[in-house]
């Protein structure tokens, strides 16, 4: 039961939102290392996103990540989710809806599928960018759902350096939870390599996880500020990393 639920929480440190975006799409690879009470995960992932349209018309963006989490009174677990995102976009504000499927693999034959379907907007202001989105997570074979409003906002400094928070409130397996979170993201001038950093902290009912993380973006092409604006900017689609974290 412990191990489920730092398998949970590990996951949701791939699924946390971040401020990352790009203008067509962008390749990524991440370190993260969570605090989970008397245990620690430390988890590596790889995620990419590339988007289509929506600069007045129908966009499509698709997503995904892979993760493996290891945990340091032993064992491991490999996680995967892949988004898919309708929206509409314009110079004020972005309004669409998403879906996601995932899976959490422990080894010895106990695995479980999930999946999140929500609704997702922004309101562009100069240079800040408010967010969220209204998700429904499910995974039936852990006989578990959730729903979620998360909020966040970003500002840019310059075209190429942001930094925002979130926080999300919900409830899951009829328990609360809240997460809060913050970050950074700055991309170098003379390439399109972006450093990007974060820390969220998640409570569920009582048992906290405390995570930091760090990674290296591959950007194609653009600011950081017109990626927000015309590309692969939508990062909310893998809400069950939360859910089940204290089945």
Known sequence: MKKYLLGAAAALAIAAPGVASAQSGYAD????????????????????AYAWGGNGSLGFQLDGVIGNHEYDTGGDADTYNLGAHLFTRNDSYLLGGFVSLGNTDFGGGFDYDYY?????????????TFNGALSYSDASDLNADATALDLGVTHFVTDNFS???????????DNDF?????????????????????????????????????????NF???????????????????????????
Request: hydrophobic share 30%; net charge negative.
């Open 29 to 48: 690879l991440g370190y993260s290392t969570t605090d989970a009470g008397s245990n620690d995960i430390d988890t590596w992932q790889l995620g990419g």
């Open 178 to 218: 809240t997460t809060y979170g913050v970050g950074a993201e700055y991309q170098f001038s003379s390439t399109p390599i972006s450093l990007y950093a974060g820390y969220t902290k998640n409570d569920y009912d009582g048992f906290e996880t405390d995570t930091l993380s760090a990674g290296v973006r591959w």
């Open 116 to 128: 999140t379907v929500g609704v997702e907007g922004a309101y562009y202001l100069e240079r800040t």
């Open 221 to 247: 092409g653009g600011s950081l500020l017109e990626r927000d604006r015309s590309g692969a900017s939508l990062t909310r689609n893998a809400g069950f990393g939360r859910l089940g974290a204290i089945l």
């Open 163 to 173: 930094f925002g928070g979130t926080v999300g409130f919900g409830e899951l397996a």
